[in-house]
């Protein structure tokens, strides 16, 4: 769970309740500007106590082979936290698939850094982690996630109704795949 990873500008690293106040300071900068993207969040969510149990979370679901998470950092300021990447629902057996979720910074956007972050996290997650499949809902209005996910080879493969809440209302999300065959 130590691992940390390295592409040209980015640092990608699993974190955990040591982590929890350079995450909610994350959280913090960033209510706003994801609220339009996410869940609606409680104001408990942005406290140190939430955010210790939500990473404490994610390495259980991590030890258990159900979710991985990459914080994502610049080289050169590795105590401050600029995004995530994470890979859910993860399913073996013969299905080996994710769903891929990922976030950025408000202030970090339009830089490359989420592709830059995608690609590195990708590769991990088909080499490392041997997935053949990543699914990456996407709300239909949201260009600049669509852009990013054609960029990175992902093939829209329809619509699905209301899947997922987002900002309180039930949306229609895109449902875009990669598979590890096109990858390589």
């Known amino acids: 769970m130590d691992k940390i990873y390295y592409s040209d500008r980015l640092v990608l690293r699993h974190l955990n309740d ?21 869940a609606l969040r409680e104001e408990e969510f942005y406290t140190l106590d939430a955010q210790k149990k939500l990473l404490n979370n994610d390495v ?66 088909f080499s490392e982690y041997n997935l053949h499949r990543i699914e990456a809902p996407v709300m239909p209005k949201n260009i600049p996630s669509i852009k990013v996910l054609d960029k990175l080879g992902f093939v829209e493969e329809g619509m699905t109704k209301k899947i997922l809440k987002v900002n309180g209302v039930w949306e229609d999300h895109l449902r875009y795949s990669l598979l590890s065959l096109k990858y390589k």
Do not use: P
């Not at 982590?19 to 993207?37: M, P, S």
């Not at 401050?80 to 910074?105: A, H, P």
């Open 18 to 38: 040591k982590h929890a106040g350079i995450v909610l300071d994350y959280y913090k900068r960033n209510k706003e500007f994801l609220g339009e993207w996410e």
């Open 60 to 125: 259980e679901a991590f030890k258990e082979g159900r979710a991985i998470k990459f914080w994502i950092f610049k080289r050169e300021d590795a105590n401050k936290v600029i995004g995530c990447v994470s890979f859910q629902n993860i399913v073996r057996s013969i299905m080996q698939s994710c769903i891929l979720g990922y976030k950025l910074d408000g202030m970090e956007t339009g830089q490359g850094y989420i592709s830059e972050a995608l690609e590195k996290s990708i590769d991990l997650i």
